[in-house]
Protein backbone atom coordinates (compact mmCIF):
# COMPACT_ATOMS: atom_id res chain seq x y z
CA UNK A 1 0.00 0.00 0.00
CA UNK A 2 1.67 3.27 -1.25
CA UNK A 3 2.26 5.86 1.90
CA UNK A 4 1.77 9.15 1.20
CA UNK A 5 4.59 11.27 2.25
CA UNK A 6 3.56 14.94 1.65
CA UNK A 7 2.36 17.54 3.78
CA UNK A 8 -0.60 19.15 0.73
CA UNK A 9 -3.82 17.56 0.08
CA UNK A 10 -6.06 18.47 -2.18
CA UNK A 11 -9.74 17.55 -1.53
CA UNK A 12 -11.56 16.81 -4.18
CA UNK A 13 -15.03 18.35 -3.41
CA UNK A 14 -17.24 21.81 -3.82
CA UNK A 15 -19.11 20.96 -0.50
CA UNK A 16 -17.65 23.06 1.93
CA UNK A 17 -18.92 21.44 5.07
CA UNK A 18 -17.23 18.04 3.47
CA UNK A 19 -13.96 19.64 3.22
CA UNK A 20 -13.93 21.43 6.59
CA UNK A 21 -15.23 17.85 7.98
CA UNK A 22 -12.33 16.25 5.97
CA UNK A 23 -10.02 18.74 7.07
CA UNK A 24 -10.68 18.55 10.56
CA UNK A 25 -10.03 14.67 10.59
CA UNK A 26 -6.67 14.65 8.64
CA UNK A 27 -5.35 18.23 10.45
CA UNK A 28 -2.47 15.99 12.92
CA UNK A 29 -1.31 14.42 9.69
CA UNK A 30 -1.17 16.93 6.94
CA UNK A 31 -0.43 21.22 7.33
CA UNK A 32 -2.16 22.59 4.14
CA UNK A 33 -5.66 21.40 2.37
CA UNK A 34 -7.02 22.82 -0.96
CA UNK A 35 -10.51 22.27 -1.99
CA UNK A 36 -11.58 21.77 -5.73
CA UNK A 37 -13.92 24.91 -5.14
CA UNK A 38 -10.93 26.70 -4.03
CA UNK A 39 -8.81 25.51 -7.11
CA UNK A 40 -11.55 26.34 -9.87
CA UNK A 41 -11.26 22.66 -10.85
CA UNK A 42 -14.27 21.24 -12.29
CA UNK A 43 -17.17 19.04 -10.93
CA UNK A 44 -16.92 15.75 -13.27
CA UNK A 45 -20.18 14.04 -13.21
CA UNK A 46 -20.75 11.05 -11.04
CA UNK A 47 -21.13 8.53 -13.45
CA UNK A 48 -20.53 5.56 -11.26
CA UNK A 49 -22.75 2.40 -10.01
CA UNK A 50 -21.08 2.89 -6.73
CA UNK A 51 -19.76 4.36 -4.23
CA UNK A 52 -16.45 2.91 -5.06
CA UNK A 53 -16.34 4.16 -8.50
CA UNK A 54 -17.15 7.94 -7.80
CA UNK A 55 -14.95 8.13 -4.78
CA UNK A 56 -11.98 7.24 -7.70
CA UNK A 57 -13.36 9.22 -10.40
CA UNK A 58 -13.06 12.85 -8.60
CA UNK A 59 -10.03 11.62 -7.10
CA UNK A 60 -8.23 10.57 -10.24
CA UNK A 61 -9.52 13.56 -11.78
CA UNK A 62 -8.22 16.28 -9.66
CA UNK A 63 -4.70 14.84 -9.25
CA UNK A 64 -4.56 15.56 -12.93
CA UNK A 65 -5.87 18.29 -13.17
CA UNK A 66 -3.89 20.02 -10.00
CA UNK A 67 -0.85 17.66 -10.25
CA UNK A 68 -1.56 17.09 -6.26
CA UNK A 69 -2.15 14.35 -4.45
CA UNK A 70 -5.83 14.26 -3.58
CA UNK A 71 -8.52 12.73 -1.60
CA UNK A 72 -12.43 12.24 -2.49
CA UNK A 73 -15.06 10.42 -0.53
CA UNK A 74 -18.61 9.13 -2.02
CA UNK A 75 -20.88 8.63 0.23
CA UNK A 76 -24.18 8.15 1.18
CA UNK A 77 -27.53 7.37 3.09
CA UNK A 78 -29.02 3.63 1.63
CA UNK A 79 -32.16 2.77 3.33
CA UNK A 80 -33.19 -0.95 3.35
CA UNK A 81 -36.44 -0.79 2.85
CA UNK A 82 -35.53 1.38 -0.28
CA UNK A 83 -33.71 -1.50 -1.41
CA UNK A 84 -30.69 0.88 -0.55
CA UNK A 85 -31.64 4.02 -2.17
CA UNK A 86 -31.09 6.73 -2.04
CA UNK A 87 -27.01 5.87 -2.53
CA UNK A 88 -24.82 6.68 -4.83
CA UNK A 89 -27.93 9.46 -5.66
CA UNK A 90 -28.24 10.58 -2.18
CA UNK A 91 -27.09 14.33 -2.96
CA UNK A 92 -29.39 14.03 -6.20
CA UNK A 93 -32.24 13.13 -4.65
CA UNK A 94 -32.14 17.17 -3.12
CA UNK A 95 -32.85 18.26 -6.71
CA UNK A 96 -31.02 20.19 -9.26
CA UNK A 97 -29.50 22.25 -5.83
CA UNK A 98 -28.99 19.65 -4.13
CA UNK A 99 -31.21 20.45 -1.18
CA UNK A 100 -30.96 18.39 1.82
CA UNK A 101 -34.28 19.75 3.07
CA UNK A 102 -36.28 18.14 -0.31
CA UNK A 103 -34.27 14.95 -0.15
CA UNK A 104 -34.82 13.95 3.78
CA UNK A 105 -38.78 14.44 2.94
CA UNK A 106 -38.77 12.49 -0.23
CA UNK A 107 -37.05 9.47 2.17
CA UNK A 108 -39.33 9.97 4.23
CA UNK A 109 -42.74 9.85 2.19
CA UNK A 110 -41.22 6.71 0.14
CA UNK A 111 -40.69 4.75 3.64
CA UNK A 112 -44.62 5.82 4.15
CA UNK A 113 -45.90 3.39 6.79
CA UNK A 114 -42.80 0.43 6.71
CA UNK A 115 -41.99 -0.48 9.74
CA UNK A 116 -38.03 -1.37 8.99
CA UNK A 117 -36.73 2.17 8.91
CA UNK A 118 -33.21 0.60 9.05
CA UNK A 119 -30.31 2.15 6.76
CA UNK A 120 -26.94 2.88 7.04
CA UNK A 121 -24.54 5.58 5.85
CA UNK A 122 -21.34 4.69 4.24
CA UNK A 123 -17.99 6.72 2.93
CA UNK A 124 -15.61 5.24 0.41
CA UNK A 125 -12.45 7.07 0.35
CA UNK A 126 -10.44 6.93 -2.85
CA UNK A 127 -6.78 8.83 -2.49
CA UNK A 128 -4.88 9.25 -6.07
CA UNK A 129 -1.65 10.58 -6.91
CA UNK A 130 -1.23 12.24 -10.10
CA UNK A 131 0.97 9.37 -11.72
CA UNK A 132 -2.53 7.30 -11.47
CA UNK A 133 -1.95 5.37 -8.22
CA UNK A 134 -5.07 5.10 -6.05
CA UNK A 135 -5.80 3.40 -2.52
CA UNK A 136 -9.90 2.85 -1.61
CA UNK A 137 -10.96 2.63 1.91
CA UNK A 138 -14.47 1.96 3.25
CA UNK A 139 -16.50 3.08 6.70
CA UNK A 140 -20.04 2.28 7.32
CA UNK A 141 -22.16 2.83 10.49
CA UNK A 142 -25.61 1.46 11.03
CA UNK A 143 -28.94 3.09 11.89
CA UNK A 144 -32.19 4.08 11.84
CA UNK A 145 -34.78 6.94 9.97
CA UNK A 146 -36.32 8.99 12.21
CA UNK A 147 -38.81 11.61 11.43
CA UNK A 148 -39.69 14.83 11.94
CA UNK A 149 -35.98 16.21 11.42
CA UNK A 150 -34.20 16.81 14.30
CA UNK A 151 -30.62 18.82 14.90
CA UNK A 152 -29.10 21.25 13.18
CA UNK A 153 -25.07 20.63 12.98
CA UNK A 154 -23.92 18.67 10.36
CA UNK A 155 -25.24 18.45 7.02
CA UNK A 156 -26.98 16.20 4.72
CA UNK A 157 -28.86 13.59 6.12
CA UNK A 158 -27.71 14.19 9.22
CA UNK A 159 -30.91 15.61 11.01
CA UNK A 160 -33.03 12.40 10.20
CA UNK A 161 -30.01 9.45 10.62
CA UNK A 162 -29.94 8.26 14.50
CA UNK A 163 -26.59 6.05 15.03
CA UNK A 164 -27.49 2.63 16.32
CA UNK A 165 -27.14 2.56 20.24
CA UNK A 166 -27.74 6.40 20.36
CA UNK A 167 -31.18 8.42 21.01
CA UNK A 168 -30.24 11.46 19.17
CA UNK A 169 -29.09 12.21 15.37
CA UNK A 170 -26.30 13.22 13.70
CA UNK A 171 -27.47 16.44 13.32
CA UNK A 172 -27.68 16.85 17.65
CA UNK A 173 -24.62 15.34 18.15
CA UNK A 174 -21.65 17.38 18.86
CA UNK A 175 -19.32 17.54 15.80
CA UNK A 176 -16.46 16.04 18.11
CA UNK A 177 -19.18 12.94 19.02
CA UNK A 178 -19.89 12.35 15.99
CA UNK A 179 -15.85 12.28 13.92
CA UNK A 180 -15.44 9.55 16.64
CA UNK A 181 -18.41 7.38 15.03
CA UNK A 182 -19.42 8.25 12.07
CA UNK A 183 -19.02 6.35 8.99
CA UNK A 184 -16.18 9.07 7.46
CA UNK A 185 -14.15 8.48 10.91
CA UNK A 186 -14.09 4.82 10.20
CA UNK A 187 -13.35 5.14 7.05
CA UNK A 188 -10.63 8.06 7.76
CA UNK A 189 -9.24 6.05 10.63
CA UNK A 190 -8.36 2.97 7.66
CA UNK A 191 -6.77 5.74 5.42
CA UNK A 192 -4.72 7.15 8.23
CA UNK A 193 -3.32 3.66 9.58
CA UNK A 194 -2.54 2.40 5.95
CA UNK A 195 -1.18 5.53 4.04
CA UNK A 196 -0.27 8.64 6.84
CA UNK A 197 1.31 6.65 9.53
CA UNK A 198 4.70 5.04 9.67
Known amino acids: MRKFKGDELLIATHNKGKAREISDLLLPYISKFYSASELNLEEPEETGATFAENAVLKAKLAAKDSGKVSLADDSGLCVNALNGDPGVYSARWGGKNKDFNIAMKKVNDALGGV ?10 LAIAWPDGHVEIFEGRVNGTIVWPMRGNMGFGYDPIFQAKGYDITFAQMNPSEKHKISHRAKAFDLLVKNCLKG
Open 115 to 124: KDRSAYFTCV
